[in-house]
Each structure stands twice: as structure tokens, then as C-alpha cells.
């Protein structure tokens, strides 16, 4: 019986805070965690090293229904290879947004989702997390941040590993995957009804995470 099994889902586009804030809330209430992003960025690098065409959706469906995946201490095997690195790099994202926007697909990795929901509870990030997939869930947070901010979060962060790329360059991809996401038929990226929404253009993670803390503690109680 799952059903009983509590959900945090933490909502929003890329570059929110919002993969951050979600191993933060698992690790303090020592819960499973679900990255849905993670999911789709490795069925798009399994396409392409099992050569399939991204606009081939039966294939796609195929390669999603049988996929080898495993999170392990902040790691992410495909068919027992490390691949925690090569899957965030900006050319499996773009692919991943595209791999993302077919419906066919999209159902075929609900069941696996579905199956991350286990005991004492689920933190699950993405963007359809708390209106597709998990719609009972305790606590939905959709966490926001402007593009420019998040542009800038993104340029920090490569800076801070060594790579030179340019802001403005930045700013233009988030703005062209957030507009797919968004505008996409199936699933697109919009908070659920019931859905606290936090801003975090002008706010820490630690903030963030103090005020969703305090939201579940008063829903589980
Ligand atoms: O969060 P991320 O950047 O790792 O996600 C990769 C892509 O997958 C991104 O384009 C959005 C898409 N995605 C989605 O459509 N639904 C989810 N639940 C999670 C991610």
C-alpha cells in the first residue's frame, strides 16, 4: 500500500534552486529521493549510445520502458556506468528537453517514478511532480526565480569550476528551454492548483529551505 506514503514535491524550471532544496529536504527528514530530471537526461544519453534518433518515438518508448537506472550516495549508474557527470552537461539538457516533450515517453516512465515512493517518504523534483505524477502529495512547492537570476546562479557555477561561457549566452538558453517547457502540450511546467509557489530571485537556499521545513512540519502534524 503505497498510498499512505507520504510526497514533497519541489516543482519549478531549471537553474531554481530546486534540485538543491530537494536533497536538502530528504536529508533532513531521511527520506528516498526522486531527481525526474535525472530520468529523462539519461533516457536521452541512452538514445544516443544506442544510436536512436530523438524523433523516433517508438524506439524511445522502448529504450524508457527497459531502463537500467539506479541512484545511489548521490550518484546515477545506466546499465551499471557511472554517469553523474556526463549527464549534466548542456548538450544531454537539450536533448533531454526534447526527449521530454513526447507524451508516449512520458507515460512510460510514470510506473518507475511511481516506484521511488517508499518508505518513510519521497522528496520528488521536476516540473510535473506535483500535477502528473504525484497529485496526493503533502506538501507542492513550485519554486520560481527570474531567468536572469538563474542565468547568472548557472555562470557562477562554471565560473567556480573553471569554465569560461558567457552570460548572455546563458540567459538565451534558459529563456529557450524554459519556453519549450512551458509551452509543451504534454505536462508543461505550471504550478499545481494546490501548490505553495516561493520566489527565490532575493532569497538563500537556506531561507528557502527553512520556510518549506516549517510548511511540512504543520501539514504532517
Ligand atoms: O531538471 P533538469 O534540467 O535535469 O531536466 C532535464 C529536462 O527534463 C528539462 O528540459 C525538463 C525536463 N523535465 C520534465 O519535462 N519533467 C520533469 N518532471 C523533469 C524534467
Redesign the pocket.
Known amino acids: 500500500m503505497t498510498s499512505v506514503i507520504p510526497v514533497i514535491t519541489v516543482d519549478g524550471p531549471?537553474g531554481s534552486g530546486k534540485?538543491t532544496l530537494a536533497v536538502r529536504l530528504a536529508q533532513h527528514f531521511g527520506w528516498h529521493q526522486l531527481?525526474?530530471?535525472?530520468l529523462?537526461?539519461i533516457l536521452a544519453e541512452k538514445a544516443r549510445i544506442d544510436n536512436v534518433d530523438l524523433g523516433d518515438v517508438p524506439a524511445l518508448v522502448v529504450l524508457a520502458e527497459v531502463l537500467e537506472v539506479r541512484f545511489d550516495e548521490g550518484l546515477v549508474w545506466l546499465d551499471n556506468r557511472d554517469v553523474t557527470d556526463e549527464i549534466r552537461s548542456e548538450t544531454v539538457?537539450a536533448a533531454?528537453?526534447k526527449v521530454?516533450a513526447l507524451g508516449p515517453v512520458r507515460e512510460a516512465i510514470v510506473g518507475l517514478q511511481h516506484s521511488f515512493r517508499q518508505a518513510p517518504g519521497l522528496v520528488a523534483d521536476?516540473?510535473?511532480?506535483g500535477t502528473v505524477?504525484f497529485p496526493d502529495a503533502v506538501v507542492k512547492i513550485f519554486l520560481e526565480a527570474s531567468a536572469r537570476v538563474r542565468a547568472e546562479r548557472r555562470y557562477n557555477q562554471l565560473k567556480n569550476n573553471g569554465l569560461g561561457v558567457s552570460l548572455r549566452a546563458l540567459l538565451e538558453t534558459i529563456e529557450q528551454?524554459d519556453e519549450?517547457?512551458r509551452e509543451r502540450a504534454v505536462?508543461p511546467l505550471r504550478p499545481a492548483s494546490d501548490a505553495v509557489v516561493i520566489d527565490s530571485s532575493s532569497m538563500s537556499i537556506d531561507e528557502v529551505f527553512k520556510h518549506v521545513v516549517a510548511l511540512v512540519a504543520e501539514r504532517l502534524a
Open positions: 531549471s534540485g531527481d525526474s530530471g535525472a529523462y537526461r539538457g533531454a528537453s521530454a521536476g516540473r510535473d511532480m505524477i528551454r519549450r517547457d505536462s
